[in-house]
């Protein structure tokens, strides 16, 4: 199953030769671990594929003294890339999936989505909190987080914290929790392991605490429309229980409007083990100071993934999701 199902060929459209790939990718460290990952994933399957990485740095990479959802959140970190796309100067783009938009430019689709490692959010603490837990952390210790979501949900569950945006790499990022600008900090923990620094992982967060962003964990290969060569060529890396997960959560967050920087958590599963039954998707949406959560679980038939996001968006919309994400756009607007 494709992530969203090709298009026919358009009269004109840039199409792969069949037999070399290009692909475009973030240079950060943790975007070139996920990207040799899917080259070396796609050598194995295709021996005589000739691949080629060009890796460039997005705008959220370049602007790092700024909160994240004070500069846009529309394609922060894949503009750059699909315009290679568009252009015809790269085939395919590897985008961690949580970063990739659920509205893609036209002439571009979803065209792969592999398995998903854990999605949790994770504890990281300074060495002087290795005997604390999130919920036991002192009064006033100092969490860093550039996500919106992770501070909106632990503002609720934890308000006797302060909270400090932290930006730059994952290792940047610890660097500054070692030298003890930072209590502690909350990460993916699919991009601690992904690097090598699961060792870091203090903690695993209950989804009773922090629902995980909409696709996190995952990874989003995005092409050109009517691009069958590529779509046949990356189709091995698709993983079918992680995309039914994935689109429902992609059709939640579509449904409300909201981008990668708004206070959206879910977590999805199957009802019945061996990714059997029904699938289950748990939604939230939190006003920044954490004083309003609104939460809610449903659940449906694993063929219609979207239909399930669109519907648990339209009830969390009916519980006043829409009056909090108005408000919290209107506050972290960028300027003119």
Known sequence: MSATPPSAPSTGSA?????????ASRRSQLAMVQTHWVRDELSRAHPDLQISIEAMATQGDKILDVA????????????????????DRADI?????????????????????TE??????????HEKHQDRTLATLPQ?????????????????????????????NVITRLEKLDAGEYDCL?????????????????????????????GQGALGIECRQGDTAVLEQIRVLEHRPTALRCLAERAFLRQLEGGCQVPIGVNTR???????????LTGMVASLDGQRLIREEVSGPQEDPEALGIRLAEILRSQGAGE???EIFASVRPEA
Do not use: W
């Not at 199409?15 to 692909?23: K, N, P």
């Not at 860093?144 to 932290?166: C, E, I, M, N, W």
């Not at 993916?188 to 995980?212: F, K, M, V």
């Not at 199957?270 to 289950?280: A, I």
């Open 270 to 280: 199957f009802s019945e083990p061996e990714t059997q039954g029904d699938l289950v």
């Open 324 to 326: 909090i994400l108005e």
């Open 68 to 87: 994240l959802a004070k500069i846009g959140d529309k394609g922060l970190f894949t503009k750059e890339l699909e315009a290679q796309m568009l252009a």
């Open 116 to 125: 998903r490692e854990d999605p949790a959010d994770a504890l990281v603490v």
């Open 15 to 23: 199409q792969s030769t069949g037999s070399s790939l290009r692909i």
């Open 140 to 168: 006033g210790s100092v969490v860093g987080t550039s996500s919106l979501r992770r501070l909106a949900q632990l503002r609720y569950h934890f308000p006797q914290l302060v909270f400090k945006d932290v930006r730059g």
């Open 93 to 113: 783009a590897v985008h961690s999936l949580k970063d990739l938009p659920t509205n893609l430019p036209e002439g571009l689709m979803l065209g792969c989505i």
């Open 186 to 214: 909350i990460l993916a923990a699919a991009g601690l392991g992904r690097l090598g620094l699961g060792a870091r992982i203090h903690e695993l967060i209950d989804p009773s605490i922090s629902l995980h962003a909409v």
